[in-house]
């Protein structure tokens, strides 16, 4: 099975940009569909970016186009999120997961069967 261990979070000021990292180890992630979540204080968490295994399929939720950036390195062993143009309502902890099966991008949080332990991102004012 394979493990997520994310990083890049912190704080940091409206309209910087952070990179989110998210490495896997005991696998690759050639065959998993992967996805950012976050979750802020007292929200349900929330599904941010995906990418399908095939790379064939991005998503993104409509408050981040434009602004966030989903990629994988060429060894499939780490998926990024580049963040720009941040805004203090993206402060949350950000999560990465995997899904197995078909390319596709699931939205919903279920579908995924392995989750990081999350990094803060803090975007103040």
């Known amino acids: 099975q394979v493990q997520l261990v994310e990083s890049g979070g912190g704080l940091v000021q409206a309209g910087g940009s952070l990179r989110l990292s998210c490495a896997a180890s005991g696998r690759t992630l050639s065959a998993y569909n992967m996805g950012w979540f976050r979750q802020a204080p007292g929200k349900e968490r929330e599904f941010v970016a995906g990418?399908?295994?095939?790379?064939?399929?991005?998503y993104y939720v409509d408050s981040v186009k434009g602004r966030f950036t989903i990629s994988r390195d060429n060894a499939k062993i780490t998926v990024y999120l580049q963040m720009n143009n941040l805004r203090p309502e993206d402060t949350a902890v950000y999560y990465c997961a995997a899904s197995s099966g078909p390319p596709k991008v699931p939205r919903v949080g279920a579908e995924y069967v392995v989750w990081g332990q999350g990094t803060q991102v803090t975007v103040s004012s």
């Open positions: 990418l399908s295994w095939s790379g064939g399929m991005i």
